[in-house]
């Protein structure tokens, strides 16, 4: 029992030596820890789940399953482990509704991931029966978007029910003739003297339209209107009047017909049967072709329908079941809600821990680690300002060193300053008394020689 509590305060991020010197805690730590274990649990079963319904492989989604519940683990635990104590007090401020905002919204978005899977679980039976239908319409989808190769088998079908019936009617038209001439006679006299009729009337309403249009025709070129408008009454003209030919025509044959049936009656009907065994061959030559062609295109269509059948057979993945969940809540309300409960439901297991850590009153253990923090914070302070103190003195002994060094220099400059000062003004004395004597030396040359030439001069006055 002592490993279990210590395993669930562990996964509750709780510090296990302080929290067994404070046995009013134990239980308050413990179902927290549990409460992120089982969330993992749920977790580990939803991911598997979700992972064999994708990929239908029992080992990988066992991996699978294992890994996403130690993910969903670690990031409860780390969300728990992170939330403050709070106030201390069972009442949730709004500053607490803040600070656990964020860890909040992760739990939610936890809950809605983890209820997804488990909801598809509980509701299996109900939605492998909306994916069966789906892939049903899925198979009807795929079957009715061959469009060009529907429509040809089609009319393929049509045509040849055509021919079928065309070859009935010859068959019981040959048949009358045969058994019955004289009816098969009147009947067929009939039958043309009604096309006669028939064409008759059509050429008379045809022949109206030729002559109004002939008439617009004309009074479009004694109005002089322009060319575009009489080559279009022209041509509409022209148009009417081929119709019309073509209709004398036919009714000209009609009236061969007639003519050569009512001169000849054993040769028109010979000349029918002989008529009615040709379109027969005919017909029965087509429906060969076309029955030959429609046991080809179905042995296609029943190969991509095969082909469409194992498209749609695979139609049963995560992204189904999915689909037919939201088909299920739409259809049936009773689903719809209790979907929506099971989601709330795993949603409030998902930030019950964080609720109640915002919620706890503060215990010893809180009180201990409150202080633990405390001598911390104010330790690492202390080392902080030890550190700024000998960084400080440091600086301050290194600034004196650099201040006495530049005194030193100073005075030092200062004296060798002075001693050239003083050599520098012996030097000008010696300079000048230097130049003094040359001075004076090149004075009493000059006075020499000027008392010389004076001396000169006076002795040669006296000679004279």
Known sequence: MNRINRFFWWCAGANIQILQKCPTDHAKYFGVGGTIVFTALMASFAGGYAFFTAFKSIIPSLF???????????????????????????????????????????????????STPLELKIFETEIQTVVERLKIDKSEDLKDRDVSFNNEFDELNTRLSKVESDISDLTNNKKKLTENAGSYYEERKNELLIDSRQKESELNSIQNKVNSLHGYYIKAINDSLPSSIISSRKSSRNLQINSRNNLR??????????????ENKGEAIMNEQQKIDKQITLLITEKESLLDKKQQMEIIRTAKRTNYDNKVENYDGFAAHLEAMSILT????????????????????????????????????????DRIKHESAVSEKEKISEINDRINTSIKIST????????????????????????????AELAIEKWKEEEIKKLNVGVNHIINGQAKETSSEAKV
């Open 64 to 114: 699978f399953g294992a890994f996403w519940g130690l993910l969903i683990f670690n990031l409860d635990r780390y969300i728990v482990s992170t939330i403050g104590k709070g106030d201390g007090t069972q009442k949730i401020t709004k500053e607490e509704w803040k600070i656990a905002a964020p860890r909040l919204i992760m739990a939610v978005l936890l809950g809605f991931v983890i």
């Open 400 to 427: 004196e060193k650099n201040q006495n060094r530049l005194d030193a220099e100073i005075l030092g400059n200062k004296a060798l300053l002075h001693k050239i000062a003083l050599a520098q003004a012996e030097i």
């Open 330 to 369: 739409s259809e049936k309300s009773a689903i719809f809600w209790a979907k929506w409960l099971l989601t709330l439901l795993f949603i409030f297991i998902e930030v019950a821990p964080v609720l109640f850590k915002l919620m706890a009153e503060s215990g010893p253990y809180d009180d201990i680690m």
């Open 249 to 262: 025509s036919e009714k000209k044959q009609i009236d061969d017909q007639i003519i050569a049936l009512t």
